[in-house]
């Protein structure tokens, strides 16, 4: 491991860990436990675990353009702040991407925030997951507690 000293003159952000490797070099394994540390810092792991996340009110958890073959797993609680809007609440695109969750993970989408009765019209809900542009990848094994509207796209 790197010292927060070390990865902040590499320019990383707060809220990731990375497995050793040189500052130019792809990362083997990346733990991210912010949604902006997971948007910033994607491309450089072939291997990424959200350590609960919790995602700001309207911002998207961003894992779009992942290098082919990268491995993403769903570690702890993920959960999303509230707001009116339409989302979506993860997105993700890549070639051979594998999407699992971690024993004993969940995430929490804490849909009734938004559910009032009136379906697409109502509140403005976001939809759950666009997987546009996965592909070639699966998802499998993951724990989704009540999402807002639409589960995948």
Known sequence: ???????????LVAGATFASASPIEARDSCTFTTAAAAKAGKAKCSTITLN???VPA???LDLTGL????KVIFEGTTTFQ???WA??????SGEHITVTGAS??????????????KGTSGKK????????????SSITGLNIKNTPLMAFS
């Open 1 to 11: 491991m790197h010292s927060i000293a070390s990865l902040l003159a590499y320019g």
């Open 52 to 54: 609960n996340i919790e």
């Open 58 to 60: 309207g911002t998207t």
């Open 67 to 70: 290098t082919s073959g990268t």
């Open 82 to 84: 509230y707001e009116e």
């Open 87 to 92: 989302g979506p609440l993860i997105s993700m």
């Open 104 to 117: 004993g993970h969940l995430i929490n989408c804490d849909g009734a925030r938004w559910w009032d009765g």
């Open 125 to 136: 809900k976001p939809k759950f997951f666009y997987a546009h542009g996965l592909d070639s």
